[in-house]
Structure formats: C-alpha cells, structure tokens
Nanobody, 124 residues
Framework: QVQLVESGGGLVQAGGSLRLSCAAS????????MGWFRQAPGKEREFVAT???????YYADSVKGRFTISRDNGKNSVNLQMNSLKPEDTAVYYC??????????????????WGQGTQVTVSS
C-alpha cells in the first residue's frame, strides 16, 4: 500500500504558476505509476497527467505545453509544475498511484490509491 499527501495548492492570478507536490509513503514508490487528476465543482474528475515507472509522461490535451509532471524516486514524490494557469484550471487536484502495467493510465478507475486533494484557484 501507499499513502499520498498533496501540497502546494492555493490562489493565483491567471497567467501565474503553481507547483503541486505529492509525498508518498512506503519503500516501493518506484514501482508505482503516478498520476494527477482534477475535479471542478459540478464536474467529473478528469485526468491531467501521468508519469510511468520509467519516467515517461503523458498529458491531457488541455494542459499540454503548460503543465509538467516529474517524479523523484529518491524522495518518494511526484510534482506537477503548472504554468500559464487559466481560470478553467480551477479545481481540486488529486495525486494518484497504481502498480498496474497498462500505459498510459488516464482513467480514474485505473488508480487504486488517492490523496486527499489540494485546491487550486485561478482568478481572472
């Protein structure tokens, strides 16, 4: 099992940047595929980005070129650097992990472990 704790959310103006972090417990972090999802009020949870065990990355079209996911296996963490933020990026952002083999993993049901979420609010 792995426990996930997100941090780094907050309020930012449109065009600004934020960096989210997700700290994972356990000694087998490198075995997990890591993902970021988000959920805006009244909307379904949607895929944002994922990082494979080997460091490959995959992004939702809506964030491609603006967001960067990265992992540090030595620190048991995965980060999401968010640049050029837009009001439509406002949501609760969740970190997720899974040990499965399919790639890319872009559906929420493909992840077994979730953090509690961190709020990101982008003002216009």
């Amino acid at each position: 099992q792995v426990q996930l704790v997100e941090s780094g959310g907050g309020l930012v103006q449109a065009g600004g940047s934020l960096r989210l972090s997700c700290a994972a417990s356990g000694r087998t972090f490198s075995r997990y595929v890591m993902g970021w999802f988000r959920q805006a009020p009244g909307k379904e949870r949607e895929f944002v980005a994922t990082n494979s065990r080997g460091g490959s990355t995959y992004y939702a079209d809506s964030v491609k070129g603006r967001f960067t996911i990265s992992r540090d296996n030595g620190k048991n963490s995965v980060n999401l650097q968010m640049n050029s933020l837009k009001p439509e990026d406002t949501a609760v952002y969740y970190c997720a992990a899974d040990i499965g083999n399919t790639w890319p993993r872009t559906q929420s049901y493909e992840y077994n472990y979730w953090g509690q979420g961190t709020q990101v609010t982008v003002s216009s």
